[in-house]
């Protein structure tokens, strides 16, 4: 694999080899049970899974499951099982030597550069986390398919147990901390709270004993120019960066070959790489932990999902996120005083979405100010008597003024298509909100009415500011799991918050294709609910 923006979505076929053998797996509906030791365990079932949506094999249909067999329940907890099972330094290096962790929060003292007799400590602490634990991946149990929002396996939508590796600090670690070289490297686009990101991964590897940390600037391109040095990071350089906006470290799109970065990696001495992106930068960041179990080499790659549309599957949401809903309210609003202050006014918001809709969904219910929600979701006709301009003209013959929110991935079947791409491979997108405001001035013109449109795109003022207080707290959290999940040996993973817990994810699994708003799910409900807009179509 030689490009870090790989096409997302397309069908894989994933190999991996689980650390159970039979009577180990799943054998009650009611209960996990695992071996003592998964780590160490011997390795006697592979199994091969297809997979179009990573998780989500969980439409009617369950991917050629045999509903006619009476133990398909337990074959598929088998193969979930197998597909989450996430890789661990011991795969490679089944004599790694593990060590009493340095992580206690008993022990204050300062970590000793003396280790010769392990890493005792003074007393035993309980605040560790077992590699057996798992958090629930699905909680509502659907009675039906046509349950909004139904993710169902089977036909009849039966109940069926999905388990994912809790995140945290265990009690066994399998890196040295006086050994340790962590790098730091944040990809992509902004994205409220990256920062608040590094600041938390260099404590908490302080934390641990680590005295050789660096940020690697501007992306994966960091490796490769020669004119970017890594840059030192310790808790005195980072302690005020949560303050501002923006990235330490710099941030890009695209970058070298894996087999480069891998080289580069190898050159600087790096052992832990902690990657803050998306799905794209998660797909680089899993080809260079292959790359690096091809070489045999012992570096645990451990990913921060950042992505400010919410795209990422499987998780509650990721950081930057929230902060973008409260800030898009200030623009939301200001378009709304426009609209309302002036005769026959429409104000058009337009927000981050390429792909998922969940900013503009989330920002249109808080405000109770948005009379159309548009998200890439849910197609919509402009003209006809359905349209969004005849609604419109409903809405100021009824209303006087008109507020919408439209996601940037929007309407755009409406928009040329250039098949232009951006570094990271995705498609440059049409200027939805533009076309809105020239169709709609059009639509009145030739009907003789008035219209006042205003237009307001607040992307770049959001994703530069700084994360509000949740989104600062999920940093925290998702910043020292990073490290905790480095340091007990796993690589290839990401960590994210799931049903409120925190959680370790392989990450093909996650990559497989953005999370998207379902139409029928409860939220978007809510929303159309809010907004009072009808079916487009």
Same mark, same amino acid.
């Given at each position: ?10 069908? +894989? ?81 089944? $004599? ?36 057996? $634990? ?148 998660? +797909? ?128 755009? $079947? ?124």
């Amino acid at each position: 694999m030689e490009s870090l923006s790989p096409a997302i979505g397309q069908k +894989a076929i994933l190999r991996y080899t689980t650390t159970y053998s039979d009577h180990d797996l799943f054998l009650s509906s009611v209960r996990l049970r695992t071996v003592r030791n998964p780590i160490r365990a011997s390795r006697r079932l592979k199994i091969r899974v297809q997979s179009k949506s990573g998780a989500a094999e969980n439409a009617a249909g369950g991917g050629g499951i045999d509903f006619s067999d009476p133990d398909w329940k337990l074959k598929y907890q088998r193969e979930f099982e197998a597909r989450f099972n996430i890789p661990h330094i011991t795969d490679v290096f089944p $004599d790694a030597v593990e060590y009493p962790s340095t992580f206690c929060l008993k022990m204050r003292t300062p970590v000793s550069e003396e280790f010769a007799e392990g890493y005792p400590s003074d007393e035993k602490w309980h605040g560790y986390i077992n590699n057996n $634990d798992r958090v629930l991946l699905k909680v509502i149990n659907y009675s039906s398919p046509t349950s909004a929002g139904a993710e169902c396996i089977d036909p009849n939508c039966s109940w069926v147990e999905q388990w994912v590796h809790r995140a945290g600090p265990r009690e066994k670690i399998y890196f040295k901390p006086e050994e340790v070289k962590a790098a730091i490297v944040t990809c992509g686009g902004l994205c409220p709270g990256l920062n608040d990101v590094i600041r938390h991964i260099v404590i908490t590897l302080e934390i641990y004993g680590v005295k050789k940390i660096v940020g690697i600037p501007f992306g994966y391109r960091g490796f490769s120019e020669k004119d970017l040095a890594e840059m030192p990071l310790s808790r005195k350089v980072v302690q005020n960066i949560h303050l501002s906006g923006g990235s330490l470290l710099g941030v890009s799109r695209g970058g070298p070959k894996v087999s480069d970065i891998v080289d580069s990696i190898q050159e600087r001495g790096i052992n832990m790489l902690f990657v803050l992106g998306g799905n794209g930068t998660h +797909a680089g960041a899993n080809a260079i932990h292959d790359e690096c179990r091809k070489r045999r080499m012992k570096v645990a790659v451990v990913g921060v999902p950042k992505t400010i549309d919410n795209d990422i599957m499987l998780m509650d949401k990721t950081f930057g996120f929230d902060t973008a809903v409260e800030e898009a309210q200030r623009a939301i609003n200001s378009a709304y005083i426009e609209a309302h202050s002036a005769y026959r006014g429409i104000g058009i918001v337009k927000l981050m979405g390429r792909s998922s809709g969940f900013i503009a969904m989330q920002a249109s219910l808080a405000s109770g100010q948005i009379d159309i929600c548009l998200i890439p979701e849910v197609p919509f006709n402009l003209h006809g008597p359905h349209g969004v301009l005849r609604h419109l003209k409903y809405l100021l013959e009824t209303k006087g003024s008109a507020v919408v929110c439209a996601a940037e991935g929007a309407g755009q $079947d409406f928009l040329e298509k250039t098949n232009a791409k951006d570094a990271s491979g995705n498609a440059v997108l049409g200027d939805i909100g533009v076309y809105l405001q020239q169709e709609i001035k059009k639509y009145f013109k030739e009907m003789g009415e008035t219209s006042d449109v205003k237009y307001i795109d607040p992307t770049y003022m959001i994703r530069a500011c700084r994360a509000n207080a949740s989104d600062g707290i999920l940093c925290t959290v998702l910043g020292q799991n990073a490290v905790h999940g480095a340091f007990a040996g796993y690589s290839g993973i990401t960590v994210g918050i799931c049903n409120t817990h925190y959680v370790y994810f392989p990450i093909p699994e996650v990559i497989s294709k953005p999370r998207v708003v379902d139409p029928n799910s409860r939220m978007w409900h809510r929303c159309l609910t809010s907004t009072g807009q009808p079916d487009f179509l």
